[in-house]
């Protein structure tokens, strides 16, 4: 059973920083694209910023210059740095991982995490 963890919101003052973390764990042959997505309320699910294998990236513009997606393979574990942050990035965020589990018979798709509350006051 492959199941992904989140970890590092809550609650900072704007201009501030925080660091997320997500966790993949279980029976994992291969992971390739991480990413991060957040919604806010009252407003549809958007990506955030996401991130190769080979660690390519690309970011939403809202967040270019602020926010750092990174990855450790070795540990199965994509992070989201977010410094300078605003009242606008008051979302909940969520991680993705597209897994091929090692399993027979599993396919190749994308998990999710549990999503993390990040709430940034004026």
């Known amino acids: 059973q492959v199941q992904l963890v989140e970890s590092g919101g809550g609650s900072v003052q704007a201009g501030g920083s925080l660091r997320l973390s997500c966790a993949a764990s279980?029976?994992?042959?291969?992971?390739?694209?991480m990413g991060w997505y957040r919604q806010a309320p009252g407003k549809q699910r958007e990506l955030v910023a996401a991130?190769?294998?080979?660690?390519?990236?690309n970011y939403a513009d809202s967040v270019k210059g602020r926010f750092t997606i990174s990855r450790d393979n070795a540990k199965n574990t994509v992070y989201l740095q977010m410094n300078s942050l605003k009242p606008e990035d008051t979302a909940v965020y969520y991680c993705?991982?597209?897994?091929?589990?090692?399993?027979?018979?599993?396919?190749?798709?994308?998990?999710w995490g549990q999503g993390t509350q990040v709430t940034v006051s004026s």
């Open positions: 279980g029976r994992i042959f291969s992971i390739g694209d």
């Open positions: 993705t991982q597209r897994i091929t589990p090692q399993a027979m018979g599993v396919s190749t798709r994308s998990y």
């Open positions: 991130i190769t294998r080979g660690g390519s990236t």
